[in-house]
Every structure is written in C-alpha cells, then in structure tokens.
C-alpha cells in the first residue's frame, strides 16, 4: 500500500517507472467522468448493501441462537452460512440463473444492472454478517433482557432498548465488513450486472488488461485514506463500547 501511495505521485504514466514528484493524476482524476461514475455506483452499491444485510444478518442471528429448537434450524443454519465456503464463480451463476428464472416468471427484474449487483452482494454479504451478529450474541448476558420482561416491556422494546445497543459494536464490525466485500466483489458482479452497470473492480480490472492507469493509484490513495480514517474512528468507538461493557461486568 505504501508503494501504490508513492506511485500516485508519479508524473509518469508508467506506473512501475519513477520519473518525479507531481499531483497530476490527482488533477485528471476529478475530471474522469467515467471513473468517478464508477466510485459512485460502487459506494452507493456497497452501502446499501451493507445496511440490508445488516438487516437480515441480524434476524438470521437471532433466530440461530435465540430459537434454536425450531423445526428446519440445521437446514436453516446450513443455507444461511453456504456463501461462506462457496467459490464465487458458482455463488455468481446461481443467482444469475435466479434473476434469469425471476424474469421470465415475474417478469422483473426486466434487465441486470445496479439493482441485481445490490441484491446478489446483500445476499452473500448476510452470511458474513450473520456469523459475526451471531458471535456477538452468544456472549450477551440474558439475564438483563430476563429482567425486563420479568418488568413488563415487552420483547420489541426489550430488542430495540436493551439488546441492540449491547450488540452495537458487531452491527458496525458486519456493517464495515460486508460494505468491504461489497465494494471489493468483480466476480459475482460480473455475472449478474448489464451493459448500463460498471462497478469500480470491473472498470479497473478492464484497465488492467491494457495497462494500469495513473489515475487509478491516485483513487485507490483517496480511498486507503478514506477508509483509514473511518476504521479508525470506528475502532474508537468500539473500543470505548467495550470498556464500558467490562466496566459493567466489573460492577456485577
């Protein structure tokens, strides 16, 4: 990483010869349409991604550990976490042959683009989410949401007052992860994606094959740092969460 940095401020356009010291590629890369097009549909592909899957690896969880003695569980912990040992090729023509099917018997989605890149990388993004909601509640106390129901809240108000922000840093660890997954996935995007739909590891990887532009290395510093600042607060956040989640056990 610290070699793409220093590249990035390279006036060459070979990427892999020094020439010298220039933020050129900085300067073109604002006016890169078609790259900054890309970022985008990958950031906003990538977060609403992320949050769905946060959504359905958090009921997933639940079920698993708080339910466990329901009929089909093993079935049921089995397909949630099967995109965790499945290759990518076979999880990518899975579900292009499940929107191809849903478009002939539904008759949606009409075309394969942005919206089929959100579904497939929600779905496979879940099953990470799920494993680490999952650690997450195991270790949670349950004689605390006991002792709220035993004083009348009821078990929505139990879920949203009491348990979620105990499980508050594992939302943010699976939140972070399949946002990363997401924006990292070309293999499974290249299956289920269209012609109008260009993701950011594909534009690159179609770059690569003819060479690897400047500009690239000048995005992919934006992004390190970017991403840099945001684990790092991140890692603030969940740090102080869990001191205050020992100093609570140290209490009792």
């Known amino acids: ?114 919206m089929t890149i959100w579904m497939a990388h929600a779905t496979f993004c879940t099953a990470y989410v799920t494993v680490v909601i999952s650690a997450r509640l195991r270790e949670l106390d349950k004689s605390i949401e ?27 660890s699976g939140w972070l992860l399949a946002f990363t997954l997401s924006l990292d996935d070309v293999v499974i995007a290249n299956f289920v994606t269209g012609p109008g739909a260009m993701t950011l590891p594909k534009l690159i990887f179609s770059k690569v094959r003819l060479g690897v532009d400047p500009q690239v290395n000048a995005l992919a510093t934006i992004i390190l740092l970017i991403v840099g600042i945001i684990g790092f607060i991140s890692w603030l956040w969940m740090r102080q969460a869990e001191k205050r989640h020992l100093r609570e056990i140290r209490m009792k």
Do not use: C
């Open 146 to 172: 006991e002792a709220a129901l035993d004083l009348g809240a009821n078990p929505l108000k139990v879920f949203f007052i009491i348990t979620l922000p105990m499980i508050a840093p594992a939302l943010v």
């Open 1 to 114: 990483m610290i070699i793409l940095i220093v590249y990035s401020f390279n006036s060459s356009r070979l990427v892999t010869v020094w020439a010298e010291f220039s933020t050129k590629w900085y300067f073109e890369l604002v006016h890169n349409e078609a790259l900054l097009k890309a970022v985008g549909l990958s950031l906003s592909i990538a977060a609403g991604a992320a949050s769905l899957a946060i959504v359905l690896g958090t009921l997933a969880a639940f079920a698993i550990i708080r339910f466990k003695q329901f009929r089909g569980s093993n079935l049921f912990s089995f397909m949630t976490t099967a995109p965790l040992v499945m290759p990518d090729v076979i999880t990518g023509l899975a579900l292009l042959l499940l929107f191809v099917g849903m478009g002939q018997v539904l008759g949606w989605p009409k075309e394969r683009g942005a």
